[in-house]
């Protein structure tokens, strides 16, 4: 039944009129949303961290095909 935060008349009513200011402006509300949604995801791509867990990945993918490509060479009796 907890589907949606709670979110009180007042916190709604700011939203609704953050909303209709935004409509006045002549900026579409959803675009902007996806548009803060997407900086902040691209701002923890950009970490130290990702940035090794994607190194770690793909160290991890290059010794497996080097590891497939030595097994094709070899010879199986």
């Known amino acids: 039944m907890d ?3 709670p979110l009180s008349l007042k916190g709604t009513r700011e939203l609704r009129d953050q909303t209709r200011t935004m409509v006045a402006k002549h900026i579409n509300p959803r675009i902007e949303r996806k548009q803060k949604l997407n900086a ?11 940035a090794l867990e994607k190194s770690a990945q793909e160290r991890h ?3 497996w095909l080097k590891f497939e490509q030595m097994s094709e060479t070899v010879l199986w009796f």
């Open 3 to 5: 589907a949606f935060p």
């Open 61 to 63: 993918h290059s010794s």
């Open 40 to 50: 902040i995801k691209m701002a923890g791509d950009n970490t130290f961290v990702s």
